[in-house]
């Protein structure tokens, strides 16, 4: 029966549960990378549904925040423990594609996701809304997980564009500023 269940989900388009299943189980139970992907993805959905895109956009933001780190457990393990960005840009295409596949989501989604997966640490560089909507997510809960100095924490700051990312970053930055 439950191998029945799998095939009705996998069916669905765009199927985020099956989605994050398969990136949760991926991790193999990694403390830090399973509790980072889930706080992201949390924060992601709110941000998007605060600044009310699209079905489809959101769709696409949180399919990207589920996958945003993926790269990294495969280049710690192919690439002598290095997760460097460069390293993960290089596989990223091949791995979200795979997952989004076997989730069944849209070929029309998949160049789009993939590129906010890439691009996600560039905060240097021109965003649109999506890009700026999952760097802010990922910002926050790095900034809970690892507290920065000051000096990164005003960069930090300047990158905000969201009321909503503003307003938890200050929260999360609270104390530091003390």
Same mark, same amino acid.
């Given at each position: ?17 099956? %989605? ?28 998007? !549904?605060? !600044?009310?895109?699209? #079905? ?9 925040? =589920? %996958? ?41 989604? #998949?160049?789009?996701?993939?590129? %906010? ?23 926050? #809960? ?16 300047? =990158? ?12 999360? %930055? ?5």
């Amino acid at each position: 029966m439950k191998i029945f269940q799998e095939r009705i989900l996998v069916n669905v388009i765009n199927n985020e549960t099956h %989605l994050l299943y398969s990136v949760l189980c991926y991790e193999e139970g990694h403390c830090r990378r399973t509790q980072h992907i889930l706080k992201v993805y949390a924060l992601a959905k709110l941000f998007g !549904e605060q !600044e009310k895109i699209s #079905v489809e956009d959101q769709q696409i933001l949180q399919a990207a925040a =589920i %996958l945003h780190d993926v790269a990294i457990k495969y280049c710690k393990e192919h690439y002598n423990g290095d997760a460097s960005q460069n390293n993960q840009k290089q596989v990223v295409s091949i791995l979200v594609t795979r997952f989004l596949e076997s989730a069944n989501y849209l070929p029309s989604y #998949v160049p789009k996701i993939i590129e %906010l997966v890439n691009c996600h640490h560039d905060y240097d560089k021109p965003k649109n809304k999506l890009l700026q909507l999952l760097m802010e997510a990922d910002l926050i #809960v790095n900034c809970y997980e690892n507290r920065p100095d000051y000096k990164k924490a005003e960069y930090i700051k300047k =990158i905000f564009q969201t009321d909503g990312g503003k307003e938890l970053m200050a929260l999360c %930055l609270k104390k530091e500023m003390e």
